[in-house]
């Protein structure tokens, strides 16, 4: 039975991590990101405005860190998201932290989303100091403290299949060391 976390930034490689080693070790896979994307498509807002939207409406995040806490509790599970280190404390075995340059991460995000650079680093500025203020102040957390991480990896100039390699061997040898 295990429980690990992967947070980050924006466009830092959370889900495609997160994704790979719930593959590799046969772990449920639970984005909080993902969570996040769909309910603002159901308020009809882009991620920048349900971003903000949020700001005034706390109940949007307690549901989805709510849902964060329950599938901890579940065991053999991946949750990935900028809280979910904080959310999933006490529940969790190992807590991954992966980064990237602002400059890459908005690039992988215009890619992604299929807009350009201009107005991904606009969208992605502005999603992070929003969080960064509404998580500090719901739960005092600062998302951008990396203290309470077992592992820290930056992504910006390893190829993806290393930084997938090096993780997945890096949850395997913890796994069988808390055997």
């Known amino acids: ?9 924006h466009g830092s490689g959370k889900s495609t991590y997160a994704q790979a080693i719930a593959k590799a070790l046969n772990l449920k896979y639970v984005s909080s990101g993902q969570t996040f994307r769909e309910l603002a498509k159901e308020h009809s807002c882009n991620l920048e405005a349900f ?7 706390k109940s949007i995040d307690k549901e989805i860190d709510q849902r964060t806490i329950e599938e901890a509790k579940k065991d053999n599970v991946i949750l990935e998201g900028q809280l979910a280190a904080w959310m999933a404390m006490e529940f969790a ?16 995000i215009a890619e992604r989303d299929g807009t350009n650079y201009k107005d991904a680093r ?5 999603r992070t100091r929003s969080e960064v203020r509404r998580f500090k102040r719901m ?3 600062d998302i951008e403290n990396t ?28 796994i069988n060391n808390e055997s």
């Open 1 to 9: 039975m295990v429980v690990i976390t992967i947070s980050g930034p």
């Open 51 to 57: 971003s903000k939207k949020c700001e005034n409406d």
């Open 93 to 108: 075995d190992l807590h991954i932290y992966v980064t990237a340059s602002l400059k890459t991460r908005v690039e992988r």
């Open 122 to 126: 606009k969208e992605t500025i502005a």
């Open 139 to 141: 739960y005092n957390v």
């Open 147 to 174: 203290d309470i991480y077992d592992i820290i990896l930056s992504t910006d100039r390893l190829p993806r299949e290393l930084c997938v390699s090096i993780l997945i061997a890096s949850c395997k040898e913890f």
